[in-house]
């Protein structure tokens, strides 16, 4: 099962032909701007109703957080791997995979496999604990989201969602004792499921902020229930950064939690718009003291 699993992802972090993603990045960003229009006019807002405090609570707070906890996974990784990385080469890592992730290919799974192979991990090792934290991840908000859902009322989607997170934790589990050292691994497994429970936790934040921000009151249980999407986007996977299926998703579990279709591609769209905002502002700092460092 094992063997399997890591065969799966080693061609998973192989970059599909240009000619096939390149089309369905394309696709993918008019469709999301042209759902983010008509959200936008169902949902009668103007420019003026939005609350900026919110927006500064998610540019300002939430996605460094977001940033902090992707450089913890990724050292959470390589430690998997058998490698001690510095924080610089963490946040790094960070930065430019989040932002391989909008590119035609599995781009933040690549950018990670490479950067541990070409600091003396197998390219199979390398796949395997890159992959370790992001199973853990969607499973860990399969089984949290589920609950959520099941605190909002759907005991059918609920079970669905949790049962496929406990298969990916126990996934997660299974390919952790195959490649963690030996020794140490208990902190280590506390330190892999403390970043991914963090990183639920900073995605519920970023829809309670989202929602305030459009004047939507968001409970965080509900915020919670939105956040399955991320990882439903993430584990289908061929979309890069999955543009537009997060979206989507955030629109279709919103009623269960009383907000209109509308509503919930709206508070998806701005979470992403920020967060994106912010990656542009991080990649340049990190451009900048690069070249600073180097002169």
């Known amino acids: 099962m094992i063997s399997a699993l890591r065969s799966l992802l080693e061609r998973r972090a192989r970059p599909i032909p240009d000619r096939i993603r390149r089309p369905i990045l394309a696709l993918t ?3 999301l701007v042209v759902a983010a229009v008509w959200a936008w006019r169902s949902a009668d807002l103007a420019a003026s109703d939005l609350r900026w405090a919110p927006i500064l609570g998610l540019a300002l707070l939430a996605a460094p957080l977001s940033l902090l906890l992707k450089a ?12 001690r990385p510095s924080r610089r080469l963490a946040t790094e890592t960070a ?26 991990a197998t390219y199979g090792g390398a796949v395997a ?7 853990a991840w969607i499973g860990a908000t399969g089984v949290v989201g589920g609950i959520a859902i099941a605190v909002e009322g759907s005991a059918v989607l609920a079970a669905t969602v949790i049962a496929m997170g406990a298969v990916a934790l126990l996934g997660a589990g299974a ?13 280590l497994a506390a330190a892999v499921l403390a970043v991914e429970i963090a990183w639920l936790a900073t995605s519920g934040l970023r829809f309670v902020l989202a929602a305030s921000a459009i004047g939507l009151d968001l409970t965080f249980t509900q915020a919670l229930v939105l956040s399955v999407a991320g990882a439903a986007s993430v584990a289908i996977g061929f979309v890069p950064g999955g543009l537009g299926v997060r979206e989507g998703l955030i629109a279709a579990l919103s009623p269960l939690i009383g907000l209109d279709v509308d509503q919930g591609l709206v508070l998806g769209v701005i979470d992403r718009v920020v967060w994106l905002g912010f990656l542009g502002l991080a990649a340049v700092a990190l451009t900048l003291t690069r070249r600073s460092a180097e002169a």
């Open 29 to 31: 960003t008019v469709g």
């Open 72 to 83: 913890a996974e990724f050292a959470v990784a390589a430690r998997i791997a058998g490698q």
């Open 95 to 120: 930065v430019v995979s989040s932002a391989a992730n909008l590119l035609p290919l599995p781009g933040s799974l690549l950018v990670t496999v490479q950067t541990l192979a070409e600091r003396g």
């Open 129 to 135: 604990a890159s992959a370790v934290p992001g199973i």
């Open 175 to 187: 390919m952790f004792l195959a490649t963690a050292p030996a020794s140490g691994r208990v902190p």
